[in-house]
C-alpha cells in the first residue's frame, strides 16, 4: 500500500506530522489488508495508492463548500476514484484505472483523503484519546469510504462501523476505553513486522510456519516445491506481531512457473524487516545455494538470522562444526539451531525475531491469523489432498482454481456474520490427459477420497459447513502459460498472453 502525503497544515511540526504519517500508513495497510477487499485489488502485479493530505480548518471549510456545498469545516473528506461497493469493484477495472511503472508494478489509486488536524486535535481532546489514535480512526473511515462504505443504507453502516471498530481496536490492542478511570500513559507499541523465511527446498520453512502458528496454513509436504505462494503468517503475542512470509525455496528458474518463485524470495526479503535463513543441520555446512542466497540478501542491509533446522535427527557434538562454517560465511545476527518438527527452541527463536523487529502498531487485527483470503487457502488445502494422494508426476503438474467461493450467511435474528455453509467450486488443472485419469480414479474414487478430505480440512478453517464440487480439466502446458499462470494467482498480472 502506497500512501502519498500532503501537508498543508502548520499547526503541528515535522516530527510529529513524521509520526502522524506512519500511523496513516498503518492504518491504510490495515484496512486494505481485509479480506472484504476485492481479489482484483489484491493483484501480485499491482499495489494500492492513496494521497492523505493534512490540511487546516480554513482549507477544509473551503473543499467541503466547493465539493458538498456545505459551508463549515470537517474532520475529514474522502474521495473515492474506484466506483465500489463493500469493498467490492461495481464493474471490473479499466486500463485507466492502473498506472503501470517502469519496474512493471502497477498502481492502482484509491483516491484522497483530506484530514483536518485541527479538527481531529479537538475531537481527540473531547474524547479523551491520542491525536494519533483519532488520525488513525479518521483514516480508517476515510479508507473504509474509498473501497465503497457507505452510510446511506443502514445494513451497510452496521457493516462499515464493524469494520472500523475491528480495525481501530487491531492497531491500539493497548487501548482502554476513555471512561475508564484509568491512568492515561503513552500507548506502548509492540513490535510488529515482516519476517521472511527464505531457504533451499525441503529445509522445513512450512514446518516452521506451522509450528509456530499452529495451524496448518503452509502446506507441508516430503516432495520438494510444494510451497508456491508466499504464505503469511501472523503470529500474535501480548508485545508482538511477527507476520512470516514462507517463501518457495530458492533455485534456478528452469520454467515461468518457478521464475516467478524465485522472484517472490527476493521480493519477500526485500521487503522484510527480518530475513531469516533456514539451513538442514543434516548438512556439514552452507550449500552452493546459500552462498547464492547470502550475496543476494546482503545488499538489503537488514539483519539475517540463521535458523539451522531439524536438530531432532543429528547429535548434539556435530552442531559446533555446522555453525562455525556458516559463521564464515556471513556475519549473522544470531545463529539458531532448533527443530521445527518437535517444536525444539522455536519459542526462543520467536523471541530472537520479535527483539529484532521495530516497534510500531500492528498491521493485523489481533485475531487474524494469515493474510490469504480464504479462498486461496481453500486451494491450497485441496492440493495438498492432491500431494497426499496422488504420485510423483502428477502434483507438481498440477493447480487448483477456485471457480466460485460463495457464502451462505445463518437466517437467526442474532446480529452475528456466522455463515451456514460454505459453496465451493474448484477446478483442478492439470498437464496431461493421464493426469486426469489418475485424480479421478477408478470410478471417481481418487476424486471423491481427495474431495472429502479437503472439504474436512476446508471445514475446520472456515469453522462452518462447505459443501465442496471439484471439476478436473486438461491444459497442457499451463505452467508456461502466463494467462493460466496469472489466473491461477501466480503471475505477473499480464492478462495479454505474452511474454
Ligand atoms: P520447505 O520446503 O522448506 O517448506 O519444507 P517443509 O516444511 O515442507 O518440510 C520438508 C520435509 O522436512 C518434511 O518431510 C518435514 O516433515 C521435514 N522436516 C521439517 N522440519 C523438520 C525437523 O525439524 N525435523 C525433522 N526430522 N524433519 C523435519
Ligand atoms: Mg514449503
Known amino acids: 500500500m502506497i500512501v502519498l502525503f500532503v501537508n498543508k497544515q502548520r499547526k503541528f511540526d515535522t516530527p510529529y506530522v513524521e509520526t502522524l504519517k506512519s500511523v496513516c500508513q498503518s492504518a491504510m495497510d490495515a484496512v486494505v489488508s481485509r479480506s472484504f477487499v476485492d481479489r482484483s485489488l489484491r493483484d501480485k ?5 492513496v494521497t492523505i493530505s493534512f490540511v487546516g480548518t480554513e482549507h477544509m ?4 463548500f466547493q465539493y458538498r456545498e456545505i459551508n463549515s469545516t470537517t474532520d475529514v473528506l474522502s474521495f473515492p476514484l474506484l466506483d465500489m461497493h463493500n469493498g467490492k469493484l461495481n464493474k471490473p477495472l479499466e486500463a485507466q484505472d492502473v498506472l503501470w511503472h517502469n519496474d512493471g508494478i502497477g498502481e492502482i489509486g484509491l483516491g484522497d483523503i483530506l484530514i483536518s488536524l485541527d479538527k481531529a486535535g479537538e475531537q481527540a481532546e473531547q474524547i479523551g484519546h491520542s491525536l494519533e489514535r483519532e488520525t488513525a480512526f479518521l483514516t480508517i473511515h476515510a479508507g473504509l469510504h474509498l473501497l465503497g462504505f457507505d452510510h446511506i443504507d443502514p445494513e451497510d453502516e452496521k457493516r462499515m462501523i464493524a469494520e472500523q471498530k475491528r480495525i481501530v481496536k487491531a492497531l491500539f490492542p493497548n487501548e482502554k476505553k476513555p471512561d475508564e478511570d484509568s491512568p492515561k500513559g503513552p500507548v506502548i507499541l509492540p513490535h510488529s513486522g515482516f519476517v521472511a523465511l527464505i531457504g533451499k527446498p525441503n529445509v522445513g520453512k512450512s514446518t516452521l510456519i506451522n509450528q509456530l502458528s499452529g495451524m496448518k496454513l503452509s502446506i507441508v509436504s516430503p516432495r520438494p516445491q510444494t510451497t508456491r505462494n508466499n504464505i503469511r503468517a501472523i503470529i500474535n503475542r501480548d508485545n508482538a506481531q511477527v507476520i512470516f512470509v514462507d517463501t518457495p525455496g530458492v533455485q534456478k528458474p528452469q520454467n515461468e512457473l518457478s521464475k516467478f518463485m524465485a522472484e517472490s524470495s527476493a521480493n519477500a526479503a526485500r521487503f522484510a524487516d527480518v530475513i531469516v535463513l533456514m539451513a538442514d543441520g543434516r548438512f556439514s555446512g552452507p550449500v552452493d545455494s546459500d552462498r547464492a542466497v547470502v550475496e543476494r540478501i546482503a545488499q538489503f542491509r537488514k539483519p539475517v538470522v540463521l535458523v539451522i533446522n531439524k536438530v531432532d535427527t543429528v547429535v548434539k557434538e556435530s552442531l559446533l562444526p555446522i555453525i562455525e562454517a556458516y559463521s564464515r560465511l556471513y556475519a549473522f545476527q544470531s545463529i539458531i539451531p532448533l527443530s521445527a518438527r518437535t517444536g525444539d527452541q522455536v519459542e526462543h527463536f520467536l523471541d530472537e525475531v520479535i527483539g529484532l523487529l521495530p516497534p510500531g502498531p500492528r498491521y493485523y487485527p489481533e485475531d487474524d491469523y494469515t493474510d490469504q483470503s480464504e479462498r486461496s487457502l481453500a486451494a491450497e488445502l485441496i492440493r495438498e489432498q492432491i500431494l497426499h494422494y496422488t504420485d510423483q508426476e502428477v502434483p507438481h503438474g498440477t493447480a487448483v482454481l477456485i471457480d466460485q467461493f460463495e457464502e451462505v450467511d445463518c437466517v437467526s435474528p442474532e446480529e452475528t456474520t456466522d455463515r451456514e455453509i460454505v459453496k465451493i467450486y474448484a477446478s483442478i488443472i492439470c498437464e ?14 481418487m476424486l471423491k477420497r481427495i474431495g472429502t478430505a479437503a472439504r474436512q480440512n476446508i471445514e475446520k478453517m472456515t469453522g462452518c459447513k462447505v459443501y465442496l464440487e471439484l471439476h ?6 499451463w505452467k508456461n502459460a502466463y494467462t493460466h499462470l496469472n489466473e491461477l494467482g501466480y503471475g505477473s498480472g499480464d492478462s495479454s498472453g505474452k511474454p
Open 472 to 477: 478436473v480439466k486438461v491444459r497442457t502446458d
Open 45 to 49: 502485479s499491482t499495489c494500492l495508492s
Open 432 to 445: 496431461r490427459k493421464s493426469h486426469k485419469a489418475i485424480i479421478i480414479g477408478k470410478d471417481g474414487q
Open 61 to 64: 471549510r473551503k473543499t467541503n
